[in-house]
C-alpha cells in the first residue's frame, strides 16, 4: 500500500524488487494515481487497485482527502470511483 502514485517509478522499483524474492502475488494498493501509472504498473505487478484516477491529475496531495478517507474508513463525502486493473 501506497499513499499515491505520481510516476510509478518508485512503486516500480519495489514491485520488481518483491518479484526477484520469488513473491508468488503482488498486488499494489494506492489511494490516488493518475490513470497511465495505473496501467504501467498493471504490468508489473499481479494487480493494482486505485481508489481515484482523476482525469486531471496534478499532485496526489491534492486528492488526499478523499481516498485517504477510503482507507482509513473514516466518514465524508462519497469519493468519485475505484479502479481495479489485474495483470
Do not use: H, N, Q
Not at 486531471?56 to 462519497?78: D, H, K, N, Q, V
Amino acid at each position: 500500500i501506497d499513499d499515491g502514485l505520481a510516476t510509478g517509478y518508485t512503486a516500480k522499483a519495489a514491485i520488481e524488487a518483491i518479484r526477484r524474492r520469488a513473491a508468488r502475488r503482488i498486488v499494489l494498493a494506492v489511494p490516488v494515481a493518475p490513470a497511465a501509472s495505473v496501467r504501467d504498473l498493471a504490468a508489473v505487478a499481479d494487480e493494482v487497485i486505485a481508489l481515484e484516477m482523476p482525469a486531471r491529475f496534478r499532485a496526489i496531495g491534492a486528492w488526499g482527502t478523499c481516498a485517504g478517507r477510503r482507507l482509513t474508513g473514516l466518514r465524508g463525502p462519497p469519493c468519485r470511483s475505484v479502479s481495479i486493473l489485474t495483470g
